[in-house]
């Protein structure tokens, strides 16, 4: 099993900035794509970003030029820095991860943008 813990989520004003963390622990055998997902109230869970192995970035399009993410490999834990923070971009923000032995969720941070 694997587990997925996400920290860092907060109330901040628009315009701010939040940097977003997820440790994976447990029987991981190979890790290939680690990523934040996020589902707003009333809305389907959407790609916000991911990274892969070999560090190929990809982001959703309402967070390109904000958003920035990243892997420390020797800890298996995956980063999310969200800069200029619009209220939009509220939501319970979940990590991802897709290894040898398939894909997890974490329980999901909260991010509220709002003045």
């Known amino acids: 099993q694997v587990q997925l813990v996400e920290s860092g989520g907060d109330l901040v004003q628009p315009g701010g900035s939040l940097r977003l963390s997820c440790v994976a622990s447990?029987?991981?055998?190979?890790?290939?794509?680690m990523g934040w997902y996020r589902q707003a109230p009333g809305k389907q869970r959407e790609l916000v970003a991911t990274i892969t192995d070999s560090r190929r970035t990809n982001f959703a399009d309402s967070v390109k030029g904000r958003f920035t993410i990243s892997r420390d490999y020797a800890k298996n834990t995956v980063y999310l820095q969200m800069n200029s923070l619009k209220p939009e971009d509220t939501a319970v923000y979940y990590c991802?991860?897709?290894?040898?032995?398939?894909?997890?969720w974490g329980q999901g941070t909260q991010v509220t943008v709002s003045s």
């Open positions: 991802n991860l897709v290894g040898a032995y398939g894909g997890y």
């Open positions: 447990g029987n991981i055998l190979s890790i290939y794509v």
